[in-house]
T-cell receptor, first 115, second 113 residues
């Protein structure tokens, strides 16, 4: 079965500091997309960042960046200069097969930002 | 762009009742997805449509669940004879293109008493 593993149920970070969330996945595909989604408390899920597996360059979106290690099937998210508004549950997701449009999600990591 | 909308946002029902949820995707999106999310977990795929065709259903979708997208626009998800185990957040998402990116609605939170 294709799976996504987020090994950190909770992470806490001081405001303005950096936190890294881990994600590993299992696929036999060579070309696929990987996603990090953010779900604030009682609010809807939004896309944080997307990585295309055939691109070696790690994706960056403002304070959010990824460390994509294709051979290791690892896709971590780094949040720099953490802000109070970053407090949320973060989900790693990917399509289980190359011709899949659905996404498989990890169990999530709850990020708490301390003022 | 109004985003993905879902109605109702909350539904409380008694066990054995039928419920129906509606999702309106982003207008130009041809794909529409339904997921279920329980507290503290990631969303689990239920089913998806490309235009009006239902292309895939998860084994999570028992015969009490049915989804439709009659004109390739909005979709409905019906649960018949609800059970307490159906209590969850039901998320709808839509997408277009080849990159699997999905835009989520706010969800419908179902509580079965």
């Amino acid at each position: 079965a294709q799976t996504v593993t987020q090994s950190q149920p909770e992470m806490s970070v001081q405001e303005a500091e950096t936190v890294t969330l881990s994600c590993t996945y299992d696929t036999s595909e060579s070309d696929y997309y990987l996603f990090w989604y953010k779900q604030p408390p009682s609010r809807q899920m939004i896309l944080v960042i997307r990585q295309e597996a055939y691109k070696q360059q790690n994706a960056t979106e403002n304070r959010f960046s990824v460390n994509f290690q294709k051979a290791a099937k690892s896709f971590s998210l780094k949040i720099s200069d953490s802000q109070l508004g970053d407090a949320a549950m973060y989900f790693c997701a990917y399509p289980p097969r190359s011709n899949d449009y659905k996404l498989s999600f990890g169990a999530g990591t709850t990020v708490t930002v301390r003022a | 762009d109004t985003g993905v909308s879902q109605d109702p946002r909350h539904k409380i029902t008694k066990r054995g009742q039928n419920v129906t949820f509606r999702c309106d995707p982003i207008s130009e999106h041809n794909r529409l997805y339904w997921y279920r999310q329980t507290l503290g977990q990631g969303p689990e795929f239920l089913t998806y449509f490309q235009n009006e065709a239902q292309l895939e259903k998860s084994r999570l979708l028992s015969d009490r669940f049915s989804a439709e997208r009659p004109k390739g626009s909005f979709s409905t998800l019906e649960i018949q004879r609800t059970e307490q185990g159906d209590s969850a957040m039901y998320l709808c998402a839509s997408g277009i293109g080849l990159n699997n990116e999905q835009f989520f609605g706010p969800g419908t939170r179902l509580t079965v008493l």
